[in-house]
């Protein structure tokens, strides 16, 4: 079978340079979109006088046709790929026209008039990225939801709050939620701007130059729900700026997934043992019987780098390439098709672990003893009493330095609220304990009640505030 392009041509392609060069292996996955393109394509084709209503009609039923030819199939052979497609097409577009021709004849072959697959697999791009975005925009808001719900039910659960991986403040579990609360929020909000971005139609801006019939851009745009025609056919052709910002967007989530799985891991080891991760997200070894691994965890935080590479590989793709369309683009389908699958099963999975993931409140508890994560509190406690903070910093640091020294001669915890009148008096005349007040961690915790701060109430805000967003999110 020869190519659709044969016509200059007076030998075959090479068989290897075929296999090479087709990219109907992998998208295939675009058979939908790139059918809808063809119909809102040959709509407006007949709406313009360049084909009749009855070529029309035949080719939306010829189209039509070849979209369930092609869902069937692909029952039958490995998950999404289709026994009926073969490298012979070279890529999806050249497949179904081809196999229009083959079904109607002649007027099949008008199906092209006006459009080049250059602009044709721009649109096919961006339809199923949009609905792609869509499905993981629905997976993220699920993890948001659940999210919201594990910092209510934690919402005065204390824990110790790190920085430099050492016991900084304390804060509650709630608090601890939240804040990846945020990072997925701004996710969303990227996914939402790069729908947007990408919502312009680049159909009929043909080989690189736009075309000499008299085309309605404007309505093929309509017709395939996107808010307008690009502008630019030459930019048009060679633009993969909406994929880049993609994967950018999904190689910054997938660092927030990586993150917290990185977390989580440690958790839940016999040294942290802060969390327990739900059997069911975890896996036994072949030779020790005791073990429980957090693979999906670990798992999760290696697929991270898989997606970087995605973003690293169609930037390196990009950078060379002058304008307009080269052939080096069609390198971009697969970085996309697998960070689509990667980003949307890492974030599901997240999901379900968070939610089947239970703090233990004992040992948490025990560690709040440690680290003296109550120092700050009385530092400002002892600056609202006058005393200036600089100063009150240098008292609480020796007071810090005497549990230090008590804690070794008595072979005991010492904690600042151990501190005793004439261990205080040591310090600084105008120390008592009662001047201290109440600086027990949940007191402390309870305090802490500023805007964005970890106090229960506080949290409790933040919780309602993000659902509200949500909400509002979900109902754009
Ligand atoms: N298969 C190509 C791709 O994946 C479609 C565009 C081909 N255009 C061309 N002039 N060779 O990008």
């Known amino acids: 079978m020869s190519a659709l392009w044969s016509g200059r041509f007076e030998k075959d392609m090479d068989e290897l340079v075929k296999k090479f060069n087709a990219s109907i292996d992998f998208d295939q996955r675009l058979y939908n979109e790139d059918i809808d393109g063809s119909i809102a394509h040959v ?13 029309r009609d035949e080719i939306i039923k010829g189209l039509e046709g070849i979209r369930q030819e092609i869902a069937e199939s692909m029952k039958e052979g490995e998950e999404g790929k289709s026994p009926l497609l073969s490298y012979e097409d070279e890529d999806i577009h050249m497949a179904v026209e081809s196999r229009l021709i083959q079904l109607i004849g002649d007027t099949g072959k008008k199906l092209h008039t006006a459009r080049s697959r250059n602009d044709q697999v721009q649109v096919d791009c961006r339809l199923y990225m949009q609905k792609q975005i869509a499905e993981i925009a629905a997976v993220l808001a699920e993890l948001e939801t659940i999210i919201l719900k594990k910092a209510e039910e934690y919402v005065d659960t204390l824990m110790p709050g790190f920085t430099h991986i050492q016991h900084a403040q304390p804060i509650t579990v709630g ?20 729908y947007d971005r990408m919502d312009y139609s680049p159909l009929g801006s043909c080989a690189m130059a736009g075309t000499t019939f008299d085309i309605d851009r404007h309505m093929t745009a309509e017709l395939l729900g996107f808010s307008g025609p690009t502008e630019n056919a030459m930019d048009s052709v060679s633009d993969r700026d909406y994929m880049i910002e993609f994967l950018s967007a999904a190689s910054i989530s997938m660092m927030h997934i990586s993150r917290w799985a990185e977390e989580i891991t440690w958790w839940n080891s016999s040294e942290f043992s802060y969390l327990d991760i739900e059997d069911s997200y975890c896996t036994g070894s072949s030779i020790m019987p005791q073990k429980k691994n957090p693979d999906i965890g670990e798992l999760l935080r290696g697929k991270t780098g898989r997606v970087y590479g995605d973003l690293m590989a169609l930037l390196t793709v990009m950078k060379g390439t002058p304008l307009s369309f080269n052939k080096d683009f069609q390198e971009d389908k697969e970085r996309i098709f697998d960070a689509v699958d990667t980003w949307k099963a890492s974030a599901a999975i997240l999901a379900k672990m968070i939610e089947n993931m239970e703090f233990r409140k004992e040992v948490l508890e025990a560690q709040l003893m440690k680290g003296f994560l109550n120092a700050t509190d009385v530092a400002e ?12 910093h240098e008292i609480v640091g020796r007071m810090v330095k005497l549990c230090e020294d008590l804690e070794r001669q008595e072979g005991r915890p010492f904690g600042l609220e151990d501190l005793q009148d004439n261990h205080l008096q040591e310090i600084d005349d105008r120390l008592t304990k009662e001047l201290l007040g109440d600086i027990s961690i949940p007191a402390c915790v309870e305090a802490r009640n500023s805007y964005g701060g970890t106090s229960p109430k506080e949290v409790m805000r933040q919780i309602e505030e993000g659902a509200s967003w949500l909400q509002d999110f979900a109902n754009r």
């Open 381 to 392: 406690h002892l600056a609202r009493m006058g005393i200036p903070f600089r100063e009150a």
């Open 175 to 194: 608090f601890y939620f939240m804040a990846y609360f945020q990072m997925f929020k701004r996710d969303l909000q990227r996914l939402r701007d790069c």
């Open 43 to 55: 709509t407006m084709l007949a709406e313009r006088g360049i084909v009749t209503e009855e070529e």
